[in-house]
């Protein structure tokens, strides 16, 4: 395993990133918190970054012992060699564990891919998973309000001689992606802006995004149910405990999908936060911490399976 430090970008608290090496390729995380405390591992949403999760993972590591990474391709994270999709970003996920030595089972908390990603893990790397909190996650419903209007109109903006009558387009654009993630708009604040465009700037992010999303859905049909049917099947089966947590005003992911969500998985736990849109973990911040700690305390008080 090799390191590096670098410094985090102005979107998160104060701290420093490293960057573990997963198949020969640098993946950046960020993890603190004592060391013998109970593992956390938290994963962000498509064409983010682990910068979603700092707040929650400030609180977090006060009393368990926490793990934020990118999925490879986005942040800043270059791409990995397999082509973007649940499995590679679960083998990914699986990869950093082992990089940093993690072999005790984490619990898993996942927004929007990222807890798709997380059930991915679950379902292929049954050993290594605790529970799942699953936060305004994928995989519940066939509506997504993901819109690539952000990357289309800052490529045109990069067009010779034309170019510059796009960046006001692709300027504008990037505002409503990134207002549409929270119930409060101003929340998109320029600090998280300019970190927004600093991932959407990375040489494998349009890629891994496009990618992505062709392997779980498309724009006209939504995501397939094919996937999700399977996968929540396994999950059903592996009697992990899970909360599943939503935001009642989730522009990306819509509410109902919660209700599915509790229909698919009977023995889940279910919160719903009001006045709050599809990233609870900034929104909500303590309450879902409060949440958090109340559930992962009630999993490892749990007595061993015999």
Not at 119 to 142: C, D, I, K, Q, Y
Not at 229 to 251: F, K, M, N, T
Not at 265 to 288: D, K, S
Not at 289 to 299: C, I, N, P, T
Request: net charge neutral; aromatic share 4%; glycine share 10%.
């Amino acid at each position: 395993m090799t390191e590096r430090h670098t410094p985090r970008p102005a979107a998160g608290a104060p701290g420093s990133t490293t960057t573990v090496e997963v198949a020969g390729r640098p993946v950046r995380i960020r993890r603190s918190g004592p060391e013998q405390a109970p593992p956390v591992v938290l994963l962000h949403g498509i064409g983010r970054s682990l910068e979603d999760w700092s707040a929650a993972h400030d609180l977090l590591s006060r009393d368990h012992r926490v793990l934020s990474t990118d999925l490879p391709g986005f942040g800043l994270t270059p791409a990995g060699a397999e082509k973007p999709g649940l499995g590679a970003f679960a083998r990914a996920v699986v990869g950093v564990l082992d990089a940093v030595g993690e072999d005790r089972p984490v619990h898993l908390m996942g927004n929007s891919l990222g807890g798709a990603v997380a059930m991915t893990v679950a379902a292929e790397h049954p050993g290594r998973v605790a529970s799942l909190l699953l936060v305004n996650s994928a995989g519940f419903g066939r509506e997504a309000n993901v819109s690539p209007l952000p990357m289309v109109w800052a490529a045109m903006s990069r067009l010779p001689v034309v170019g510059h009558r796009f960046r006001s387009l692709a300027r504008a654009a990037a505002v409503r992606s990134n207002q549409n993630c929270f119930f409060d708009p101003s929340l998109a604040t320029p600090e998280l802006l300019r970190h927004a465009a600093t991932v959407g700037s990375q040489p494998d992010f349009r890629a891994t995004f496009l990618g992505t999303y062709r392997s779980i859905g498309l724009p006209v049909v939504g995501v397939l149910p094919g996937w999700r049917r399977a996968l929540l099947e396994r999950i059903r089966a592996s009697g992990l405990p899970v909360l599943v947590l939503w935001g009642d005003a989730d522009a990306v992911l819509p509410a109902h999908h919660a209700e599915a969500a509790a229909a698919a998985l009977p023995g889940a736990r279910l919160h719903v936060f009001p006045a709050t849109g599809h990233m609870p973990q900034i929104e909500r911040t303590a309450e879902l911490v409060d949440l958090a700690r109340e559930f992962v305390a009630s999993v490892e008080e749990r007595p061993p399976a015999s």
